[in-house]
């Protein structure tokens, strides 16, 4: 071949290249970095591909760009902490991915590549978030507590149609016998109030509950909080009209309805209560109130109460789970202003204060259910939280670059 016709062959072969070398060349070049560690246009359309088989809604380009940049934060801080997923464990997390689908592994890496995506796309898919679900729980696990009352709060929100929730005020005055006669009379005429300010008033002056200071006024509250025997009751009344006395021991309650409301969720029907009551001598007495003042300080759970009970007669503390309605009318109204772990010591009976602690409601949705798999959910749900966090705290320290 002459040399003028060498020449003009490689200038061929070169601009026949040249095309093709440069969109290779744009194919993989950085799309976006996060911390020097680029992510390339290829890997931007690889996981818009996988987006798109798996039916995600919405921008797939940009949702793309921002799980790859979530994902190189990952990786380095997976880095930074030793973390690697083995190639076994990644075989496994594969498999269980597209078990998800019902399919096998091979079954799902075939349809994937009818569709454009590769099988590394879905490894790298694959081993970053697995590999970072472990570490979430490596480093977050052992410090988030799923409290017995979280399930059964939870229970509560998943079960329950529609339902009342009542604002009310309210009024106990002390009725010991020498008392009850005239006790029994001034609730009585309270009872014919129709006033608001008026109870509120009478609340200041004659009710013996902490209440007392804002006019008896409490907050909205489901009508299953109230004892079952006072429902019929309180749906009775219309705003401003107050209950006819109702006797309790040593005492005589008084309820006005301020609003009632409907609660698409409200909470599902308690099946049972479990309060813990503990005794202190000289109920009335200045001494008797400081200690439970002291008991309040030392105890967050109705566990606690077994400490301060210890070395005392057994009967100074009782603790039961018992059905709502088996409730005392006194008791049942003084636990239904309680919420979990939470005491008072407003009762009391034959001369002995009553520290009293509601240690949970459980829902009738929760007889039955699998309590564990309810603690797991929300094992999952304080960790996804906390995950967030450290994502989120990770990219405002990153450096990510156009």
């Known amino acids: 071949m002459r040399a003028f016709d060498v020449v003009k062959a490689v200038a061929?072969?070169?601009?026949?290249?040249?095309?093709?070398?440069?969109?290779?060349?744009?194919?993989?070049?950085?799309?976006?970095?996060?911390?020097?560690?680029?992510v390339t246009n290829y890997e931007l359309d690889q996981r818009a591909k996988l987006l798109a088989a798996f039916n995600t809604p919405g921008d797939l380009g940009a949702e793309a760009r921002k799980q790859l940049v979530e994902e190189k934060l990952k990786l380095q801080e997976l880095n930074r902490a030793g973390m690697q997923l083995t190639e076994e464990g990644l075989e496994a997390a594969m498999a269980e991915f597209a078990q998800r689908a019902n399919l096998s592994l091979d079954a799902f890496l075939a349809q994937l590549a009818t569709q454009g995506v590769a099988r590394e796309t879905l490894r790298d898919f694959v081993r970053v978030n697995?590999?970072?679900?472990?570490?979430?729980?490596?480093?977050?696990?052992?410090?988030?507590?799923?409290?017995?009352?979280?399930?059964?709060?939870?229970l509560a929100r998943t079960g329950g149609p529609e339902s009342v929730e009542l604002l009310l005020s309210e009024i106990?005055?002390?009725?010991?016998?020498?008392?009850?006669a005239a006790a029994m009379a001034r609730a009585e005429a309270i009872s014919?109030?129709?006033?608001?300010?008026?109870?509120?008033?009478?609340?200041?002056?004659?009710?013996?509950?902490?209440?007392?200071?804002?006019?008896?006024?409490?907050d909205?509250?489901?009508?299953?909080?109230y004892?079952?025997?006072?429902?019929?009751?309180?749906?009775?009344?219309?705003p401003g009209e107050v209950t006819p006395p109702i006797p309790i021991r040593n005492g005589v309650a008084l309820f006005q309805l301020r609003d009632i409301r409907e609660a698409p969720k409200a909470p599902a029907?308690?099946?049972?209560?479990?309060?813990?009551?503990?005794?202190?001598?000289?109920?009335?007495?200045?001494?008797?109130?400081?200690?439970?003042?002291?008991?309040?300080?030392?105890?967050?759970?109705?566990?606690?109460?077994?400490?301060?009970?210890?070395?005392?007669?057994?009967?100074?503390?009782?603790?039961?789970?018992?059905?709502?309605?088996?409730?005392?009318?006194?008791?049942?109204?003084?636990?239904?202003?309680?919420?979990?772990d939470e005491a008072s010591w407003n009762l009391s009976q034959d001369g002995t204060l009553l520290f009293t602690m509601l240690c949970s409601r459980t829902p009738v949705a929760a007889e039955g259910v699998d309590r564990e798999a309810v603690r797991n959910q929300l094992l999952s749900q304080k960790l996804s939280a906390r995950a967030d966090i450290l994502l989120a705290e990770l990219r405002a320290q990153a450096r990510?670059?156009?």
């Open 12 to 38: 061929l072969a070169t601009a026949l290249a040249a095309p093709v070398g440069a969109a290779a060349q744009g194919l993989f070049a950085p799309a976006v970095t996060v911390n020097g560690s680029a």
């Open 130 to 154: 697995a590999s970072w679900r472990d570490y979430i729980r490596r480093r977050y696990g052992s410090g988030v507590d799923i409290s017995e009352a979280e399930i059964d709060a939870a």
């Open 172 to 180: 106990i005055i002390p009725a010991p016998p020498p008392r009850a």
């Open 192 to 218: 014919k109030l129709r006033s608001t300010a008026a109870f509120e008033a009478e609340a200041r002056v004659v009710s013996a509950l902490p209440s007392r200071t804002q006019g008896g006024r409490l």
């Open 220 to 225: 909205w509250a489901a009508l299953s909080d």
């Open 227 to 238: 004892p079952a025997g006072l429902h019929g009751l309180l749906l009775s009344l219309e």
């Open 269 to 340: 029907a308690i099946a049972e209560i479990d309060y813990a009551q503990f005794a202190i001598p000289g109920a009335g007495t200045a001494q008797a109130l400081a200690e439970a003042a002291r008991i309040d300080g030392l105890v967050d759970t109705c566990d606690d109460l077994y400490g301060v009970a210890k070395g005392l007669p057994e009967e100074r503390l009782v603790r039961q789970s018992v059905a709502p309605a088996s409730l005392p009318q006194d008791l049942g109204l003084e636990l239904a202003r309680l919420d979990p």
């Open 400 to 402: 990510i670059g156009q």
